[in-house]
């Protein structure tokens, strides 16, 4: 079971912290990723956290067909 995944079930099991954990690990990544897209800072960073309170919210949903990252960008993607 990958890091991830341990963090993920966690996070389900009602340890919002381990969540906090992803937050830390993923966070940088997305901003640039969407920084690059969106071309604006405040923008940014207001995609990437609001893209992580949905993530947090519908972390349930997540299927684990894909890697978090990939999920976790997708919901920034359809944020911006």
């Given amino acids: 079971m990958s890091d991830d995944a341990k963090l993920i079930d966690q996070t389900l099991a009602g340890r919002p912290e381990a969540f906090g954990e992803l937050v830390l690990k993923y966070q940088d990544r997305l901003f640039n990723t969407v920084l690059h897209v ?12 609001e893209a992580l309170v949905q993530a947090f919210i519908k972390l349930e949903t997540f299927r684990r067909e894909s890697e978090f990252y990939t999920w976790l960008y997708r919901i920034a993607f359809n944020t911006a």
Wanted: charged residues 35%; aromatic residues 0%; proline residues 0%.
């Fill in 38 to 49: 969106v071309g604006h800072v405040e923008d940014a960073r207001d995609i990437v956290q």
